[in-house]
């Protein structure tokens, strides 16, 4: 059984490495001998539910405060039991997220020279200690607290409050989003687990030790998770999309010539709003939305695009 913090790390820890190990037999032997999987797995399953068991049976019986706290809400809450794969990616995606909102505020900015980036992720660490009815509790890990009035420390507490303060924003009906694409992208990872993995809402609340009255609060819900596919442009629920190379633009008929793979160039009205950024993206991949499929046709014929993005290496990847 799990008898400290330390042991808790480690078990997840051991847990994430049999998970891994257990894909790795089984993409090698669906290619080789399907039928072996169910015999050579069971020692593996029968581990990580082991593991599984041994952390909530600790967390549960060992529920305790934080300054940072994850409240999950949805059928993947069950009597405030949560899967520990769940947790992994949560915890994953919001170590993530604090690790690129951490670079870009202005105490670290100064200091970016001289701190690489597997140190920052040291001093954005998040352990997992506690859990409660229908939510779990995340400790930031600033190192011994009494040391917390250096700066170097400082800037862990402003990447928390600008990852809510990030949050917040997208909460608002207001267009517009204060930070880079890096940070939108990661709190995509978060927003990613609502709906797809039984989660309505994902909320957070810091609470500082230098103002303990003080607390910072915002939700991702599903909105929050519209808006961010709106900023990173991505198309609509049902909306038909198709990506080309953007061949050509005439700014003075506001037109411009996409080639789809494996098609003809096709001719796109465009927005004058959207001329700059087609100009930028001239000779690239992009993925228009909004236009009316099939494009085939003859090249004079004209569609009109409701928006636009560039292909880039995340998307070629997935």
Avoid: W
């Amino acid at each position: 059984m799990i008898a400290n913090k330390d042991e808790l790390e480690i078990a997840f820890h051991d847990l994430k490495g049999y998970e891994r190990a257990l894909e790795a037999v089984r993409s090698d032997l669906e290619r080789s001998n399907p039928a072996l999987f169910p015999v050579v797995s069971k020692g593996y399953t029968r581990r990580i539910q082991g593991l599984q068991e041994e952390i909530f049976a600790y967390l549960r019986e060992r529920p305790a405060d934080a300054p940072l706290k994850v409240r999950m809400a949805g059928p993947a809450v069950a009597e405030g039991a949560i899967k520990v794969g769940l947790v992994a990616r949560v915890l994953t995606a919001l170590q993530s997220a604090l690790l690129q909102v951490g670079k870009s505020v202005d105490a670290l900015t100064r200091q970016v020279d001289s701190t690489s980036e597997s140190s920052l992720s040291a001093l954005l660490g998040l352990n997992l200690v506690a859990t409660q009815t229908g939510s779990f509790v995340l400790a930031l890990d600033l190192a011994p607290r009494q040391l917390n009035l250096f700066e170097e420390y400082d800037v862990a507490e402003r990447a928390v409050l600008q990852l809510i303060n990030h949050i917040a924003e997208l909460s608002e009906p207001r267009d517009g989003f204060s930070g880079d694409k890096s940070a939108l992208r990661s709190l995509d990872r978060l927003a990613s687990l609502i709906n797809a993995d039984r989660v309505d809402t994902i909320e957070f609340s810091y609470r500082s030790d230098k103002a303990p009255t003080r607390v910072r609060e915002a939700t991702i819900t599903l909105p929050v998770k519209e808006k961010i596919n709106t900023l990173l442009k991505r198309p609509r629920a049902g909306e038909e999309t198709v990506r080309g190379l953007l061949l050509s633009i005439n700014i003075e008929r506001n037109t411009c010539g996409l080639r789809p793979e494996g098609q003809n160039t096709v001719q796109l009205n465009y927005q004058e709003d959207m001329e700059d950024d087609l100009i930028l993206a001239l000779k690239r991949q992009i993925e228009v939305s909004g236009i009316r499929l099939p494009l085939s046709g003859t090249s004079d014929q004209r569609k009109n695009i409701e928006r636009f993005r560039l292909v880039d290496a995340d998307d070629e990847e997935a």
